[in-house]
């Protein structure tokens, strides 16, 4: 419903590290995402960084018999240097 975008770490950028960060979460019956676990990482400041911003989303609860529940589910992070040149 909300995201907010993960801002890189001065040295992942600098080193030019892009990928993606899986997570774990449980989207609550309020939509806000608890027990976050890294699944798959890419580099110490970037896996933070998801994290953080994954806190920050509002996501649609899952509903069952009409009311909302506790869902679990993966996502995935990317990160990408938007000025970066491709070939």
């Known amino acids: 419903m909300s995201r907010v ?3 890189y770490t001065k040295e992942a ?6 990928g993606k ?8 019956p309020e939509g806000t995402a608890s ?7 890419l580099d110490p400041g970037l896996d933070q960084r998801a994290v953080e911003a994954v806190k920050q989303w509002r996501f649609r ?5 009409g ?3 506790t869902v679990a589910g993966t996502i995935e992070v990317s990160f990408r240097i938007p000025d970066k040149k491709q070939p």
């Open 61 to 65: 609860p899952g509903m069952k018999d």
């Open 67 to 69: 009311m909302p529940v």
């Open 21 to 28: 960060v899986a997570l774990y979460l449980e989207v609550t």
């Open 13 to 18: 950028k600098a080193a030019g590290v892009e």
């Open 35 to 41: 027990h976050i676990m890294i699944t798959r990482k």
């Open 5 to 7: 975008e993960p801002e």
